[in-house]
Antibody, heavy 121, light 113 residues
């Protein structure tokens, strides 16, 4: 059964850094693009960043470009999001999501349960 | 970025009745070379991640009940639940993938009247 499991969330001070990860099992990880989608408490979904199946192309929302870095290790079937210069409005559940496509970003047919990141002093 | 606007924000429908959710994109998401609309719909129940219901504006995912249908083209799209069941209580989101800067609608909360 295909599955995504996020880890690494927690409490971090404003201006700090945090790395969240996603472990993928049950499908050919390198064959699909992956993304991070976040959801602030009680709010809607916001796409954050995506990466192609090979890792050769990365994409970012304007709200995180220059602060967040997405990466993947296809030998370990893992997806990471390195977050820096964190702000209060980055507080959210961060979901790892599998794309239906390899070369670019489309829609998500598998989601993890998410990891909570809280930015607060 | 392509702005996705959903309406209404919430709606209450009696069991067995029809629920209709609208989604409007800030520009056309119909790709002329493929003649496909780059729209997906998701269902999110409390405490759960989103679940993909429909892709390409009207293609139902495997296992999704037939009471869920998607329609529309260009900039205006609709998700219809033909006969609301108790298990359909959730928030529904549209998403465009015409642009690689993906965007979601604000969500529509569906409740039982």
């Amino acid at each position: 059964e295909a599955q995504l499991v996020e880890s690494g969330g927690g409490l971090v001070q404003p201006g700090g850094s945090l790395r969240v990860s996603c472990a993928a099992t049950g499908f050919s990880f390198s064959g699909y693009a992956m993304s991070w989608v976040r959801q602030a408490p009680g709010k809607g979904l916001e796409w954050v960043s995506g990466i192609s199946g090979t890792g050769g192309r990365t994409y970012y929302a304007d709200s995180v470009r220059g602060r967040f870095t997405i990466s993947r290790d296809n030998s370990k079937n893992t997806l990471d999001l390195q977050m820096s210069s964190l702000r209060g409005d980055d507080t959210a559940i961060y979901f790892c999501a599998k794309d239906q496509y390899s070369g670019g970003l489309r829609y998500f047919d598998l989601w993890g349960r998410g990891t909570l990141v809280i930015v607060s002093s | 970025d392509i702005v996705m606007t959903q309406s209404p924000d919430s709606l209450a429908v009696s069991l067995g009745e029809r629920a209709t959710i609208n989604c409007k994109s800030g520009q056309s998401v119909l790709y002329s070379s493929t003649n496909k609309n780059y729209i997906a719909w998701y269902q999110q129940k409390p405490g759960q991640p989103p679940k993909l219901l429909i892709s390409w504006a009207s293609t139902r995912e495997s296992g999704v009940p037939e009471r869920f249908s998607g329609s529309g083209s260009g900039t205006d799209f609709t998700l219809t639940i033909s006969s609301l069941q108790a298990e359909d209580v959730a928030v529904y989101y549209c998403q465009q993938y015409y642009s690689n800067s993906l965007t979601f609608g604000g969500g529509t909360k569906v409740e039982i009247k």
